[in-house]
């Protein structure tokens, strides 16, 4: 099987994300509205934390300190292949960047979609909850937002073939650490991974 999906930041799945509910435990969900073109962000974001199972929410939308990064994710203006383009991390969003098409060596300005985030911390990045899917492999601990980004990852994962070229530094997949990309742990990530997709869709049902 071959992977050969967008090159995805991390950010890109931070629109909905479980996190254990800080009164009952149960998993709970953070929404982020709007997800693109909120300029400037995170001033007019709206984040909300509610949990199904006890009723606690939270809502905000100035209790994030931790960076914007910027998403690229639309077809070219020239030749209509896919562009994407992550910018660099900022704490000052800006409307446009001009990105070079691959395909079609075209230049062009593209509106950027916005996403908060915070490196390497098994939180939400929008109130600091813990993210509730976790889980141990071996001494490091993986974590996912939600079930699309535990999908796209165990996609990666399990791929024998993974083109590599296309993938800019902010990828999710240029950023995960040796033991995630390592053919060693792929059986272990996989079930890992599947064992918490089982127990979390037991838990929402
Ligand atoms: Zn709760
Ligand atoms: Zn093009």
Redesign the pocket.
């Known amino acids: 099987m071959k992977f050969n999906q967008p090159a995805y930041p991390t950010v890109y799945f931070s629109e909905n994300i479980w996190i254990t509910c800080p009164k009952c435990t149960e998993p709970a969900l953070v929404n982020s509205q709007p997800r693109k073109y909120s300029i400037p962000f995170p001033l007019n974001h709206q984040s909300k934390c509610t949990c199904g199972y006890c009723g606690f929410h939270q809502s905000g939308n100035d209790q994030w300190a931790g960076h914007l990064q910027g998403f690229v994710n639309q077809s070219?203006?020239?030749?209509?292949?896919k562009?994407c383009h992550s910018t660099e991390p900022t704490k000052k969003p800006y409307p446009n960047t001009k990105v070079t098409?691959?395909?079609?060596?075209?230049t062009r300005e593209y509106e950027i979609a916005w996403y908060r985030y915070i490196s390497n911390k098994p939180t939400d990045p929008y109130f600091g909850f813990d993210l509730w899917l976790q889980t141990d492999v071996k001494d490091n601990v993986l974590w996912l937002y939600n079930l699309e980004h535990l999908t796209y990852l165990r996609d990666y994962v399990s791929s024998k073939l993974r083109e590599d070229n296309s993938r800019h530094k902010y990828s999710m997949i240029t950023n995960l650490p040796q033991w995630v990309k390592s053919s060693k742990n792929r059986d272990l990530i996989v079930k890992k991974l599947n064992k918490l997709e089982e127990e979390f869709i037991k838990r929402i049902d």
């Open positions: 070219c203006g020239h030749c209509g292949t562009v098409c691959e395909t079609c060596q075209q």
